[in-house]
Structures are given as structure tokens and as C-alpha cells.
């Protein structure tokens, strides 16, 4: 085995923490992983790894070695790619993360239609509402909601999501319909975790101007489809995203409760690891993405 394919045994593994999951990944036994390991290290005279029968980890020698070697042959990956790219059709692998309450429904769609258009792309997507380190993650971009706070990735804004006070029809004709704000304070809210402040307020828009409202919650979830499964249920009124309870709005399932006013919306961000040749497969999926998340109906 040539040098660079043995020092992506060595990355691979590095990345996985195991060998095992290495192997499994590069579709080669453990043994020949474990064998490529060792001529690597006998032709470069140190330890990479320090392995033990319960851990493995990095000497001082095997984290200079990674950590010159994993960005180079990134790039040397994708310039390859790159120049592939150009002369045929898209393919490749794709690892996305996203969080649940665009995921499910909407992100999943988008990812559908791209693999419609080009079927030899592998997606691997992930839903989840924490923020992960994408580079140590081997995830070529994510969506956040609200801005990332990491300073070593490229974040483009996609747009904000509206959320909107609503409640089922029943709850309403059992509890009344709020004419103003101070009214919510003899209302069960049901809110989502991410926007009630620490005070336990709610930020409600109306135009320019803003306004703090205490909230009194029955629930509090971190779960989208919980929020809406509350709404349906008669439980209170909650603060949902549009793009969540669109359909249940046209069908008359939930209605809007002061529609004069909104809650803060949260803002929508692409993410992804600066990278000097960026893959075909994910400037293509990119170029697809935004413009159909701009087009969702509660995106602005």
C-alpha cells in the first residue's frame, strides 16, 4: 500500500476511534487495518497510536502527523472530485445535519428531489437539535437554527422562521378566544424550549415593535412534533413555527390567536467547514437547497 492510502487508514481511524469502525468504514477487514498501522509506523520509526486493551489514543507523534495529513487529504480529495465533477454527472457522498423541526418534513423533501435529479448520490442525514463540531463529525454542512457560534465555519443565512400564536378550534370555544395580550396570562401556553427566555417570557412582534409577555406554560418541549401534537389536542396555545402547522392552518385544524402580532421569529443558517476545493456533490446540493428552503411557506 502506497503512503497516502496508508495515511488514510491512519486518519480514518483516528477519526473513528477504533479500528474496527475504520475497517468497517473502508470495507476492509480489522487485521489489515491493524497490519497497515504497523508498516506505517516501521516506516516512519514512532508510535502513532498508544493502544491498550481497553483504550487507544494519539502519542505526540500521531497527532502531528494527523493533523498535518487529515486537511491535506481533504483537499486532495476534493480537488480530485472537483475535477471529476466537471466532466460528468454529480456523485459522491453527502452527510447533512439538520435540526428536527425543518428535517423532518422539509429538508428530507429537498433531499428526495435532489437525489431525483441525481440518483448516484449517497445522503447521510441526520436530525437533531444540537449543534455538533461538523469537521470532527465529518459533516459537509448543516442547518442551524440561529446563528452558529463557531468561529471557524462559513455560515450563510437562509432566512427566519415565523412562529405564530395558534390553538385548535376546541380549545378556544372550552376557553375563549384572547382579544389582547394581557389576556394570554389566563391561557395555558405551550412553548417551545428555544424561545422562552429566562425570566420566562415569550418576545411577541408586532411590526417593528416588541413586547415582552409573561408566559404561564402547561408544557414546555423541546420536540416540535410535541408542540403540535399539544396544539391538536386541545392542550393551550402555543407558539409554533409557520412552516410546522401550515397545513393545519389551511385545514382549519389550528387557527391563529392574536394575528395581529408574532413571536420573535429564529433565524435559519447554512453552515459548513471552510474548505479551499469544495466538493461538486455539495456545491450542487447547496445550489438546490436554498432556494427551496427560501420557497417554504413561513420562511422570510
Not at 396555545?237 to 387557527?255: E, F
Request: hydrophobic share 45%; with cysteine.
Amino acid at each position: 500500500m502506497n503512503a497516502v492510502s496508508a495515511l488514510r487508514v491512519f486518519v480514518r481511524v483516528v477519526e473513528r476511534g477504533s479500528m474496527t469502525a475504520a475497517a468497517r468504514d473502508l470495507g476492509i477487514s480489522q487485521p489489515a487495518v491493524s497490519k497497515i498501522l504497523r508498516d506505517l509506523e516501521g516506516q516512519l520509526g514512532a508510535c502513532l497510536l498508544q493502544r491498550s486493551s481497553r483504550a487507544m489514543r494519539l502519542s505526540e507523534q500521531g497527532r502531528v502527523l494527523y493533523e498535518a495529513t487529515s486537511g491535506a487529504l481533504s483537499t486532495i480529495d476534493a480537488a480530485i472530485e472537483d475535477v471529476r465533477g466537471g466532466a460528468g454527472a454529480i456523485t459522491g457522498d453527502l452527510h447533512i445535519h439538520g435540526p428536527v423541526c425543518v428535517g423532518e418534513r422539509h429538508l428530507s423533501r429537498i433531499v428526495f428531489d435532489f437525489q431525483g435529479r441525481h440518483p448516484a448520490v449517497r445522503v447521510s442525514l441526520t436530525l437533531e437539535d444540537r449543534a455538533i463540531n461538523l469537521i470532527e463529525a465529518d459533516i459537509d454542512l448543516a442547518l442551524r437554527v440561529g446563528r452558529p457560534e463557531a468561529q471557524d465555519l462559513i455560515v450563510r443565512r437562509i432566512g427566519a422562521s415565523r412562529r405564530l400564536l395558534v390553538a385548535s378550534p376546541d380549545y378556544l370555544a372550552r376557553n375563549g378566544t384572547p382579544r389582547s395580550r394581557c389576556d394570554l396570562a389566563r391561557h395555558g401556553l405551550i412553548v417551545s424550549t428555544t424561545i422562552l427566555s429566562r425570566q420566562g417570557t415569550i418576545t411577541l412582534c408586532r411590526g417593528r415593535s416588541t413586547t415582552e409577555v409573561q408566559a404561564h406554560p402547561v408544557l414546555t418541549t423541546n420536540n416540535p412534533q410535541v408542540l403540535v401534537g399539544a396544539l391538536e389536542a386541545g392542550r393551550g396555545i402555543g407558539t409554533a413555527q409557520h412552516l410546522l402547522v401550515a397545513d393545519h392552518l389551511a385545514s382549519g385544524r389550528l387557527v391563529r390567536v392574536l394575528p395581529q402580532d408574532e413571536v420573535r421569529a429564529s433565524e435559519l443558517f447554512l453552515t459548513y467547514p471552510p474548505t479551499k476545493f469544495m466538493r461538486p456533490v455539495v456545491r450542487a446540493f447547496i445550489d438546490f437547497m436554498v432556494p427551496a428552503l427560501r420557497s417554504i411557506e413561513g420562511i422570510v
